[in-house]
């Protein structure tokens, strides 16, 4: 994806629970300062991975390094600059939100002391800040999670599941804080089962399934035009299901909708296929690419919805 060191590198990474595995041979690696979505069903490893990740769980094989540090023997510069939300945030509800973050910082010395205001504005608790945090929605402690994050200064920000108990105001919120924290060019790595705001706010995204990946790219890619399937909108349907039946290289023709969907064998075709239909008689109105949804992706990738957290 980029020639410049990526900010996470993972090789060949394992783990196992018993008999049961988790991840399998896995290796990733995510640029520096882009929005990247983790997407698999439950049970297919991503919270395993992100605990690997973060020096939480040792992986039985594999190399994980963030920055350049691999996290077993230099943990401390590997995650000097990590934040990162891992499951459901927690804190003490008796604390209010401000001394929440105080506490964290309190080990971070006096520039993370300084931050806590600004990064309570940033997420839209300032005026909330006082509260104890025991009287605060689930959407409020996530984005308190998001501010305690933000004390590290971080290069890097690790969220699992960040859309949980957020309204649509709060998660329109988390995208515009993503957008900002990319722009910012800090990198932003998105686990989630939300498609439809994967495909919102991430550049990348890496598909794993049953603790293996299966696809992994820029975004635009996996759910661009397709080379080989076309809509294809004309005046006379029959009369194209009749030319479109003699095309060697058309594989399937179909009404679908208002169209019809057609399937080349061969993708080169298709940069032809308005002129061959015109030659033939056909009044052509438009010819589409078939763009699939990330969720169309995902379905085609992944086996099966996991019965259990991994």
Not at 224 to 238: I, K, M, W
Request: with cysteine; charged share 20%.
């Amino acid at each position: 994806m980029t020639t410049a060191t990526p900010l996470i590198h993972l090789r060949g990474v394992s783990k196992s629970y018993g008999p049961r595995t988790a991840v399998s041979d896995l290796s990733l690696d995510v640029p520096a300062g882009c929005a990247y979505g983790f997407l698999g069903h439950n049970g297919a490893g991503k919270t395993t991975v992100i605990r690997m990740l973060l020096g939480l769980t040792p992986p039985d094989a594999g190399t994980v390094h963030l920055d350049g540090h691999p996290v077993d023997s230099d943990r401390l510069a590997a995650l000097g600059r990590v934040g990162a939300i891992v499951e459901e945030p927690r804190f003490h509800p008796h604390l209010t939100g401000w001394e929440n973050l105080r506490v964290v910082a309190a080990v971070r010395g006096p520039q993370a002391l300084r931050r806590i205001g600004p990064a309570l504005e940033r997420v839209g608790l300032a005026d909330r800040a006082r509260d104890r945090v025991a009287t605060y929605s689930q959407g409020m402690r996530q984005r308190l999670g998001i501010a305690r994050c933000l004390l590290v200064d971080p290069k890097l920000i690790v969220l699992d599941e960040p859309t949980n108990g957020l309204d649509p105001g709060g998660i329109l919120q988390l995208r515009q804080l993503v957008a900002a924290f990319v722009a910012e060019g800090r990198t932003v790595f998105v686990s989630s089962h939300v498609l439809d705001e994967i495909e919102r706010v991430c550049q990348y995204v890496a598909v794993i399934d049953r603790g293996r990946l299966v696809a992994e790219g820029p975004v635009a890619e996996l759910v661009g035009g397709s080379a080989t399937e076309y809509d294809l909108v004309c005046r006379d349907q029959q009369a194209a299901l009749t030319v479109l039946s003699t095309h060697p290289a058309v594989t399937s023709a179909a009404p679908s909708g208002g169209a019809i969907r057609v399937t080349l064998g061969d993708p080169r075709a298709g940069t032809g296929l308005v002129t061959w239909l015109v030659r033939s008689g056909v009044d052509v109105v438009s010819l589409t690419p078939v763009r699939h949804s990330l969720e169309d992706r995902f379905l085609s990738l992944t086996s099966r919805v996991g019965d259990q957290h991994a």
